[in-house]
Nanobody, 115 residues
Framework: QVQLVESGGGLVQAGGSLRLSCAAS????????VGWYRQAPGKQRERVAR???????NYADSVKGRFTISRDNAKNTVYLQMNSLKPEDTAVYYC?????????WGQGTQVTVSS
């Protein structure tokens, strides 16, 4: 059974930091491209960062310079370090694993940034 479990969300003041984790079980994470997505109330889900199996990263313009995605294949975990958080970063954050086998989503973790 494949599971992706996000953690690390919470309430933080503007300018603060959080580190999200996406821990996988039941799949070989190292062969997957993993993305972090977010969905704010009333808005479409958007991708904020992605890391390939080769470590190549890609970021949405809105988070460049503030968020960093990384992976620890030994722990089957991908991280999203979020710095200089803004109220507009408030959303439910999801991770998604994509490979030639299938795509999998986690259940999401809430991030709330107060002004």
């Amino acid at each position: 059974q494949v599971q992706l479990v996000e953690s690390g969300g919470g309430l933080v003041q503007a300018g603060g930091s959080l580190r999200l984790s996406c821990a996988a079980s039941g799949i070989i994470f190292s062969i997957s491209t993993v993305g972090w997505y977010r969905q704010a109330p009333g808005k479409q889900r958007e991708r904020v960062a992605r890391i390939g199996s080769d470590g190549t990263t890609n970021y949405a313009d809105s988070v460049k310079g503030r968020f960093t995605i990384s992976r620890d294949n030994a722990k089957n975990t991908v991280y999203l370090q979020m710095n200089s958080l803004k109220p507009e970063d408030t959303a439910v954050y999801y991770c998604k694993s994509s490979s030639y086998i299938s795509d999998y989503w986690g259940q999401g973790t809430q991030v709330t940034v107060s002004s």
